[in-house]
C-alpha cells in the first residue's frame, strides 16, 4: 500500500511539474504570436477608424487558433525541461534506483500528453472554426460599415480603389462640412464633387450622400473636357463605395469535422475544394491533437537515453529538438499525396506512427544500456582476434 501511494505521489508531482511547465511556456509562446498578430490587426482596424472594442474583439476571436499552433510546441518544451530539471537534481536516479523502469517513468508524460490532446481535440473540432467563422462574419460586418470608412475629419480616404474622400469637419449634429469626392474609376469620365455641407443617410436603396451648396466637375480624359455644374442640393449613391461581401461560401477551415469527414463530396462541391484538401483538414485536425502525445514521450525519451550526468544533456535536448523536426517534415512531406487523392488519407497520420515508434526505441534504448554497448564493443573484439 505503501508502494501503491509513493507511485501516485509520484506521478502526480510529476503531473504538476509538467502542467506548471506547459502554462508557463504555453503564456509565453501565446504572447509572441498574439502580439505579431495584434500589430497587424491594430493597424488594418484601428487605421479605419474603429473603436479599440472591435480590435480587443478581433484579437480574442484569433486566440484559439494561435493556441492551437503553439500547443505542441509547450508541451514538447515543458517535458524536456521537466525531465532535464529531475535529471540534474537526481530525482530520476532515485526512482530509477527503486525500481522505476523508463517505461514507468514515461506513465506520467503519456498521460500528459493525452490530456493535451484532449486539449487540442476541443480546439480544433470546436473553439478554432467557430471562432474563425465568427472572425469572418465580423470582418464583413465592418467592411460595410459607413461610419468607419468614410466619417473621418481632415484625412484623404480612399474607400474604394479610384475614389478619394474629405471632410474637413464633423459638426456633433453630424453635418459634413467642406466635403471632397473624387471619383475616376470610370477611364472615360472623371467626377469630382465639392460641397459645403452634407449628410450621410442610409434607407432601403443603400446609404447616400446628400450634399449641398456645391459642384460637381466632369473631366474627359480622352478629349480634356471639362464641364462644371453647381447645385444646391444634389445626392450621391455611395453604396458602390461600401464592400460589402455578402454571405458567400463557407471556408474549408470553418466546416465541421464531421462534415469534412463523412460528407466530403457535398463540401468539396460547396467550398469548390479538391476532395483531397477536405479529407486532409479532417484528418490533420486529429493528428494535431495526436502530435500532442508525440511531443511528450519524445521530450522526455530523448534525455532519458543519454543517462543522468552532472555535465548535463545538451546533446540530448538537440537531438529531440531535431527528433521533433523529423517529424514535421514528415508530415509535410505526406500532405501532397492526400491533396491529390484523398484514398490515401492514412498518411495523414505517418508522422504520428514515425514519431510513437522513435519515442519507443528510444524508451527501449535507455531500459537496456547494456544491450547498446555489447554491441559497439563486439566488432572491436572480433577485430583484436
Known amino acids: 500500500m505503501r508502494l501503491g501511494d509513493r507511485v501516485a505521489r509520484f506521478d502526480r508531482y510529476i503531473l504538476s511539474q509538467l502542467f506548471m511547465l506547459f502554462g508557463f511556456f504555453a503564456l509565453v509562446l501565446v504572447a509572441v504570436y498574439w502580439v505579431n498578430r495584434a500589430v497587424i490587426l491594430f493597424d488594418q482596424l484601428i487605421a479605419d477608424g474603429h473603436a479599440a472594442s472591435v480590435f480587443l474583439e478581433f484579437t480574442a476571436l484569433s486566440l484559439p487558433r494561435v493556441i492551437g499552433m503553439v500547443l505542441p510546441m509547450a508541451a514538447f518544451a515543458a517535458a524536456v525541461f521537466v525531465t532535464n530539471r529531475l535529471s540534474g537534481d537526481s530525482e530520476l536516479t532515485v526512482m ?9 517513468l514515461a506513465r506520467p508524460h503519456l498521460v500528459y500528453g493525452l490530456m493535451l490532446a484532449l486539449l487540442m481535440s476541443v480546439l480544433t473540432h470546436l473553439l478554432i472554426p467557430a471562432s474563425l467563422e ?3 462574419d465580423r470582418e464583413r460586418e465592418i467592411s460595410g460599415s459607413i461610419s468607419a470608412r468614410l466619417l473621418r475629419e481632415g484625412v484623404f480616404l480612399h474607400p474604394a480603389s479610384g475614389v478619394t474622400f474629405y471632410i474637413r469637419e464633423i459638426s456633433p449634429e453630424g453635418e459634413l462640412a467642406d466635403v471632397f469626392m473624387s ?17 450621410l443617410l442610409r434607407d432601403d436603396a443603400g446609404p447616400k450622400l446628400i450634399m449641398q451648396d456645391g459642384m460637381a466637375q466632369v473631366l ?12 444646391a442640393q444634389f445626392s450621391r449613391d455611395i453604396s458602390g463605395l461600401i464592400t460589402q461581401n455578402g454571405q458567400g461560401r463557407r471556408k474549408l477551415r470553418y466546416v465541421s469535422t464531421r462534415e469534412l469527414l463523412f460528407d466530403t463530396a457535398a463540401v468539396s462541391e460547396e467550398i469548390r475544394e479538391d476532395p483531397g ?3 486532409l483538414e479532417g484528418h490533420q485536425r486529429i493528428s494535431q491533437a495526436l502530435l500532442c502525445v508525440v511531443a511528450a514521450l519524445m521530450g522526455q525519451a530523448a534525455l532519458l537515453v543519454g543517462g543522468f550526468s552532472r555535465f548535463g544533456v545538451t546533446r540530448q535536448i538537440v537531438m529531440a529538438i531535431f527528433l521533433l523536426v523529423l517529424v514535421q517534415l514528415i508530415e509535410g512531406a505526406m500532405t501532397e499525396p492526400v491533396r491529390r487523392n484523398a484514398a490515401l488519407w492514412p498518411l495523414a497520420y505517418v508522422h504520428i506512427a514515425v514519431g510513437l515508434a522513435i519515442a519507443g526505441a528510444l524508451y527501449w534504448r535507455a531500459a537496456h544500456p547494456m544491450a547498446f554497448r555489447r554491441w559497439r564493443r563486439a566488432p572491436r573484439a572480433e577485430g583484436a582476434t
Open 96 to 104: 530509477q534506483a527503486t525500481g522505476f523502469s523508463p517505461w514507468r
Open 134 to 136: 465568427r472572425l469572418k
Open 183 to 199: 471619383d475616376v474609376r470610370n477611364p472615360d469620365r472623371h467626377v469630382t464633387y465639392t460641397a459645403e455641407r452634407a449628410y
Open 220 to 231: 474627359t480624359p480622352q478629349t480634356g473636357q471639362l464641364s462644371t455644374t453647381n447645385f
Open 277 to 279: 484538401d477536405v479529407v
